[in-house]
């Protein structure tokens, strides 16, 4: 839009602006079409014109144009303008034409030469004599001025027909005028015209050249509002955001007071999914995984740890699991674990427990680097009757009769001062008995503590007895530290009856007691205690009140030698008649 700007070629030379285009004298290509509206700049700030004519393009410097009267001045910057008329009035030079209405007769005058006279006739059909004439040539209106100008002893060369004065062309003066080229269309647009980029057919196009239509240039109340407004929504926005972290902070807060609450007044709390996985900071670190689900680790707060479980295969309907959670939630002891909270949202099923830094006493029974650790007969006395007054409170201190059925080193977790925790009670209940989804290490593992008549109904009904076995066979593998299953069979599963047991308390002592004679008592205690508690007969094995009586006693001898099922002599359980040698090969019924 530079055809928007008024454009000079110099001071004191004409405006030029439509139908006039300004080009450099260098790229007089690029002046589109019509080319004879053209002009260009010298060095020197004159505005220069060609016209072309029959004999060629001739340069004329134009002083003035009058776009009122589509009238301009031009001069030849050779100072030989008559010349120059002579070959314009010999040709076209279209779109222009002499600006006069005048019919006169000019005369030519030659002052220094006369040696193209002969060409005084023939110069107005001839060409080629018109070129060969020389400056200076001098022009005279009439006879008067013939003797004014001194040309009396000149030569004249011929006369012609013009429409202007000669006295013009002596100084160096001509006026052309050009058709009018209408802009009105335009301009009633408001609009300014131009010619159109087209270089076959001149035509001319509208373009706006005023304030709002140049390049836009916001005012600056509209910057200041605009830079405002942005300020005003990025605040609005840090606004919310800190009003939602607060919010959050606040709503977290409430949820950690009605934990609290929870906690102190001992109920579970209630966690949505979204809080289980901001618990275990996106289930980071796994503790474990079981039978039901895996274990991770979280964090309450800075100081209460948890182990959340989640739960794979849970059972019925939410509704179910939420009234179970809550019953098992009621349950505290100081060696069971407690349940914190639960989660029951669609699928996902999850429980909260407390963190036991030492985790499980298998472990501890059995390294799993081969290690040999031994924790001492005191310690693994305290444990056994911490096991053994946490499966009396779910025998006998609830509202009803809880069976644990899973009571196994795994299942047993210890705390900082070794203080144990059984755990996992309840969760048969929680999650579906779905026997094909409990992967085989984990039935392998449980299943040299099932007491034979959950394996199968020929040994009799499951009752409370049925976690006396699973915890005696936990006290004989803390005392002898080894495995009561042969699991070198994955299809048929030998339950390895502790003869062991009985040839070391019939025989030798020799795991691991020390010579002192009090460990030698604990390990004896342990053994005996354990052997009662894995009669085959639910009816011959003790009580847990007894089996705490018995842990709890200092008088020894009160404590008699359970007889060795395998020596028939022995036994004790004539009804049995003979009871299968072992390894003894136990068929699980379908239920
Ligand atoms: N409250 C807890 N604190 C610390 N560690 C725990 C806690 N609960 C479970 N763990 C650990 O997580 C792992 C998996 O426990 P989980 O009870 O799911 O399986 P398990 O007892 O090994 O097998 P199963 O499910 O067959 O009884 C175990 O290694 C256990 O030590």
């Given at each position: 839009?530079?055809?928007?700007?008024?454009?000079?070629?110099?001071?004191?030379?004409?405006?030029?602006?439509?139908?006039?285009?300004?080009?450099?004298?260098?790229?007089?290509?690029?002046?589109?079409?019509?080319?004879?509206?053209?002009?260009?700049?010298?060095?020197?700030?004159?505005?220069?014109?060609?016209?072309?004519?029959?004999?060629?393009?001739?340069?004329?410097?134009?002083?003035?144009?009058?776009?009122?009267?589509?009238?301009?001045?031009?001069?030849?910057?050779?100072?030989?303008?008559?010349?120059?008329?002579?070959?314009?009035?010999?040709?076209?030079?279209?779109?222009?034409?002499?600006?006069?209405?005048?019919?006169?007769?000019?005369?030519?005058?030659?002052?220094?030469?006369?040696?193209?006279?002969?060409?005084?006739?023939?110069?107005?059909?001839?060409?080629?004599?018109?070129?060969?004439?020389?400056?200076?040539?001098?022009?005279?209106?009439?006879?008067?001025?013939?003797?004014?100008?001194?040309?009396?002893?000149?030569?004249?060369?011929?006369?012609?027909?013009?429409?202007?004065?000669?006295?013009?062309?002596?100084?160096?003066?001509?006026?052309?005028?050009?058709?009018?080229?209408?802009?009105?269309?335009?301009?009633?647009?408001?609009?300014?015209?131009?010619?159109?980029n087209n270089t076959t057919k001149p035509g001319i196009e509208c373009f706006y050249c005023n304030q709002k239509h140049k390049k836009f240039q916001p005012p600056k109340a509209l910057i200041f509002s605009a830079i405002g407004s942005i300020i005003l929504g990025m605040g609005t926005i840090v606004f919310i955001k800190i009003y939602?972290?607060?919010?959050?902070?606040?709503?977290?807060?409430?949820?950690?007071?009605?934990?609290?609450?929870?906690?102190?007044?001992?109920?579970?709390?209630?966690?949505?999914?979204?809080?289980?996985?901001?618990?275990?900071?996106?289930?980071?670190?796994?503790?474990?995984?079981?039978?039901?689900?895996?274990?991770?680790?979280?964090?309450?707060?800075?100081?209460?740890?948890?182990?959340?479980?989640?739960?794979?295969?849970?059972?019925?309907?939410?509704?179910?699991?939420?009234?179970?959670?809550?019953?098992?939630?009621?349950?505290?002891?100081?060696?069971?674990?407690?349940?914190?909270?639960?989660?029951?949202?669609?699928?996902?099923?999850?429980?909260?427990?407390?963190?036991?830094?030492?985790?499980?006493?298998?472990?501890?029974?059995?390294?799993?680097?081969?290690?040999?650790?031994?924790?001492?007969?005191?310690?693994?006395?305290?444990?056994?009757?911490g096991i053994a007054k946490a499966i009396e409170y779910l025998h006998e201190g609830c509202s009803h009769p809880i069976i644990h059925f899973d009571i196994n080193p795994r299942n047993v977790l210890l705390d900082d001062s070794f203080t144990p925790k059984i755990s996992d009670f309840g969760l048969a209940k929680l999650c579906a008995?779905?026997?094909?989804?409990?992967?085989?290490?984990?039935?392998?593992?449980?299943?040299?503590?099932?007491?034979?008549?959950?394996?199968?109904?020929?040994?009799?009904?499951?009752?409370?007895?049925?976690?006396?076995?699973?915890?005696?066979?936990?006290?004989?593998?803390?005392?002898?530290?080894?495995?009561?299953?042969?699991?070198?069979?994955?299809?048929?599963?030998?339950?390895?009856?502790?003869?062991?047991?009985?040839?070391?308390?019939?025989?030798?002592?020799?795991?691991?007691?020390?010579?002192?004679?009090?460990?030698?008592?604990?390990?004896?205690?342990?053994?005996?205690?354990?052997?009662?508690?894995?009669?085959?007969?639910?009816?011959?094995?003790?009580?847990?009140?007894?089996?705490?009586?018995?842990?709890?006693?200092?008088?020894?001898?009160?404590?008699?030698?359970?007889?060795?099922?395998?020596?028939?002599?022995?036994?004790?359980?004539?009804s049995e008649g003979s009871l299968p040698r072992r390894p003894l090969k136990m068929e699980a019924i379908q239920e």
């Amino acid at each position: 839009h530079d055809q928007c700007r008024e454009s000079y070629c110099g001071p004191n030379q004409p405006l030029i602006k439509f139908p006039f285009q300004i080009v450099k004298e260098s790229s007089q290509d690029q002046c589109v079409y019509p080319k004879e509206f053209c002009l260009y700049c010298t060095e020197n700030k004159k505005t220069m014109i060609v016209l072309s004519t029959s004999s060629g393009p001739i340069k004329f410097h134009v002083s003035d144009i009058d776009y009122e009267s589509h009238s301009m001045s031009i001069s030849d910057p050779d100072n030989c303008l008559p010349k120059k008329f002579l070959i314009l009035n010999n040709s076209s030079f279209r779109p222009y034409r002499f600006d006069s209405e005048l019919d006169i007769k000019i005369f030519f005058f030659n002052c220094f030469s006369v040696r193209k006279q002969h060409l005084r006739n023939q110069y107005q059909t001839s060409q080629e004599s018109q070129d060969m004439i020389t400056c200076p040539i001098y022009v005279a209106d009439s006879d008067e001025d013939i003797v004014d100008l001194d040309l009396l002893s000149c030569t004249k060369m011929f006369d012609v027909n013009a429409s202007m004065m000669g006295s013009d062309l002596r100084y160096n003066f001509l006026r052309l005028s050009w058709p009018k080229q209408s802009c009105a269309k335009c301009e009633s647009k408001g609009m300014k015209c131009k010619w159109m980029n087209n270089t076959t057919k001149p035509g001319i196009e509208c373009f706006y050249c005023n304030q709002k239509h140049k390049k836009f240039q916001p005012p600056k109340a509209l910057i200041f509002s605009a830079i405002g407004s942005i300020i005003l929504g990025m605040g609005t926005i840090v606004f919310i955001k800190i009003y939602l972290h607060f919010r959050e902070k606040e709503e977290d807060q409430v949820r950690i007071d009605k934990f609290l609450e929870d906690y102190r007044a001992q109920k579970p709390a209630r966690f949505s999914y979204s809080d289980i996985k901001r618990i275990t900071s996106g289930f980071k670190e796994k503790l474990g995984e079981g039978a039901h689900g895996s274990v991770f680790k979280g964090k309450l707060s800075s100081e209460i740890l948890v182990a959340v479980k989640i739960l794979n295969n849970t059972q019925g309907e939410g509704k179910e699991f939420i009234t179970e959670v809550e019953i098992m939630g009621k349950i505290h002891h100081i060696n069971v674990v407690r349940l914190l909270g639960f989660c029951a949202e669609g699928v996902h099923c999850a429980l909260v427990y407390n963190f036991f830094s030492k985790g499980s006493l298998q472990s501890f029974i059995f390294p799993p680097d081969n290690k040999d650790y031994f924790m001492g007969w005191e310690k693994l006395q305290q444990i056994s009757t911490g096991i053994a007054k946490a499966i009396e409170y779910l025998h006998e201190g609830c509202s009803h009769p809880i069976i644990h059925f899973d009571i196994n080193p795994r299942n047993v977790l210890l705390d900082d001062s070794f203080t144990p925790k059984i755990s996992d009670f309840g969760l048969a209940k929680l999650c579906a008995k779905n026997l094909s989804i409990v992967s085989m290490t984990a039935a392998r593992g449980t299943l040299g503590y099932m007491a034979p008549e959950v394996v199968s109904r020929n040994f009799g009904n499951v009752s409370l007895k049925s976690d006396i076995y699973s915890y005696g066979m936990l006290l004989l593998e803390m005392v002898g530290g080894r495995k009561n299953v042969d699991s070198s069979s994955a299809e048929d599963l030998h339950v390895l009856y502790p003869e062991w047991i009985h040839n070391l308390l019939e025989g030798d002592i020799h795991i691991n007691v020390e010579d002192e004679v009090g460990n030698a008592k604990i390990a004896r205690k342990l053994a005996i205690v354990g052997l009662w508690c894995i009669q085959w007969q639910p009816m011959n094995r003790p009580s847990i009140k007894t089996v705490i009586q018995m842990l709890e006693t200092e008088d020894d001898s009160q404590l008699t030698f359970p007889p060795n099922p395998f020596h028939s002599t022995n036994s004790i359980t004539s009804s049995e008649g003979s009871l299968p040698r072992r390894p003894l090969k136990m068929e699980a019924i379908q239920e």
